[in-house]
RNA sequence: GCCAAGGUGGCAGAAUGGUUAAUGCGACGGACUGCAGAUCCGUUUCCUGGGGGUUCGAUUCCCUCCCUUGGCUCCA
């Protein structure tokens, strides 16, 4: 197991990582509520905690990586009862459509996504146990809250103070709490509700407490990682701590918290409540996942990120152009020939370089998961092979293949160079050929008339030439 | 007001108590090309919010002020 460290939002430090059960790791990150499509924020914390996850994986952890999903809560039955449908069938629709950009993105690490009104009965035991402990209430109407003033560690994660937070502005008053900072962990519900029945009544779950009731039932009392990004610390994750370590009287809860920047609109967090929505899969659509983790992971993961509408993207994709040039060719050599293509053996130097900068990766990376480094690193392999372009045909499948290594690291690990399986296929493999040879032909003799139309018909069909020095090349068309 | 995170070139964004402050985008120049595009090469030597302090040396550490963003019970 690779020795790596850690921002601890807890601790306010930079920790060496250390397992609680070694090699296996207990990963958790808050999900979102699916009230809405997915925004490009999502997509910027769920690609960082992705990498997370495949970082560890190659570094000899076994990680259980957990991804809640709060299938029920205000905002759902809102949106449900003003389009007159049912709430859970509602975050089901937009959970399938989160799933799916997360599986084009090429987030596929989460090994569970567990959904709140699964675990109902996890929610109640874990409610009675710390009413039992005197630590939750119930109120008249069969709501159950947690008291604040039960755990006088509260506010601890966040460095909130008990007393500054009372004059805090949205704080409601409501004659059901003992206390305005008492928050609710079962609600009772109103007819027409979703609700389960509870010792106290028929309700639903609040909040805060199905993260730890999923927490206890899948990690453990303890996990070893907790994420989400930093709108989350408070009041939500306070929360969870004080609910977890009542509950279980050992602390601390998470070992490790991570806190992932926001993404902001031109300087403004977005949100769905500003709505100032750039939406991820409009994102996906335009330039593809591959620019878009680029554009994510170009930054220190705890720093907020400015979303510039059309320049942020456009950027990413060059740049990712840039970044792939290289790989793109030894890809195509190696996909035509195959691996035991005959050719030169690398220069001695060039290979050890490629063994070295693996290595380094993986270094840059065990220091607090400094993606951006890594990017550089990458864009500094390309830079020195750049030159080698015009004589990557003469070298052999083997030697091909060392020069890719750092780039199988960027796949392995960050996720980026994944190929969307879009553009020409099948029969147009077949038929451009014919065309690029006719075309030849006609360059040949000088007739450049019929060279154009036979460029601009493939164009137009989505299939872009590239001439250069061993003939001429083709693609799809970029997206966008 | 309180609690946090930030402020680096035209732009996006790294890093570091010490020779030319990474990388990318853009721009400019050149190579290649029938043209175009793509690609490659070069340049973009005067960029670390203001003011103090510690130090031989500060962008980095400390103090202070200013500004931005987030949180202060909806939020990835």
């Avoid at 990376?365 to 990017?375: K, P």
């Avoid at 690990?413 to 030849?440: E, H, K």
Wanted: with cysteine; proline share 6%; glycine share 8%.
């Amino acid at each position: 197991m690779r020795r790596f460290t850690v921002y601890d939002s807890r601790t306010r430090e930079t920790r060496v990582f250390a397992p609680l059960s070694p090699p296996r790791v207990g990963l958790y990150v808050c999900g979102l509520t699916p009230y809405a499509p997915a925004h490009v924020g999502h997509g910027r914390t769920m690609t960082f905690f992705d990498v997370v996850a495949r970082a560890l994986r190659r570094w000899g952890y076994r990680v259980f990586y957990v991804q809640n999903v709060t299938n029920l809560d205000d905002h759902l039955i809102a949106r449900a009862s003003e389009d007159g449908v049912d709430p859970l069938a509602l975050a089901d629709r937009h959970f399938q459509d989160f799933r799916r950009s997360m599986d084009t993105l090429g987030n596929r690490s989460v090994n569970h996504y567990p959904f709140a009104t699964d675990y109902v009965p996890e929610i109640l035991a874990q409610i009675r146990q710390l009413v039992e402990k005197g630590y939750a209430y119930v109120a008249d109407d069969g709501s159950v809250y947690f008291s604040v003033a039960k755990f006088p560690e509260y506010g601890k994660l966040s460095g909130q103070k008990l007393e500054a937070l009372k004059p805090g502005a949205r704080l409601e008053l409501d004659e059901r709490k003992r206390a305005p900072e008492d928050f609710v962990i079962w609600k009772a519900t109103t007819p027409g509700e979703p609700s389960w029945e509870s010792p106290w009544g028929p309700g639903r779950p609040g909040w805060h407490i199905e993260d730890t009731a999923m927490i206890f039932r899948l990690l453990g009392e303890r996990c070893d990682l907790h994420g989400a990004a930093v709108d989350l610390i408070f009041p939500h994750h306070e929360a969870e701590v004080a609910l977890a370590e009542a509950a279980s009287g050992v602390a601390p809860f998470a070992n490790y918290w991570m806190h992932g920047g926001l993404l902001l609109m031109e300087e403004e967090k977005m949100s769905k409540s500003l709505g100032n929505v750039a939406l991820l899969d409009d994102a996906i659509e335009r330039v593809g996942p591959g620019p878009l983790r680029l554009y994510y992971l170009n930054a220190q993961y705890r720093s907020p990120l400015v979303f510039q509408a059309g320049k942020s993207l456009e950027e990413a994709r060059e740049a990712y152009s840039r970044l792939t040039v290289v790989y793109d060719r030894i890809s195509e050599l190696l996909e035509r020939d195959g691996p035991e293509r005959p050719g030169a053996e690398l220069p001695e130097a060039l290979g050890d370089a490629a063994e070295q900068l693996v290595e380094r990766l993986d270094t840059t990376l065990a220091d607090d998961f400094n993606t951006r480094e890594a990017i550089a690193l990458l864009f500094g392999w390309t830079r020195r092979l750049a030159e080698e372009l015009p004589r990557l045909e003469g070298y052999s499948g083997s030697a091909l293949e060392e020069l890719a290594q750092p780039y199988r690291w960027g796949e392995e690990v960050l996720g980026l160079f994944v190929r969307a399986p879009t553009g020409p296929t099948g029969a147009w493999a077949a038929i451009v050929p014919v065309a690029l040879a006719a075309r030849a032909r006609a360059r040949a003799r000088g007739d450049y008339a019929e060279a154009d139309r036979i460029r601009d018909e493939l164009r137009a069909a989505g299939v872009e030439l590239e001439d250069d020095s061993s003939g001429t090349r083709w693609r799809a068309a970029p997206p966008g």
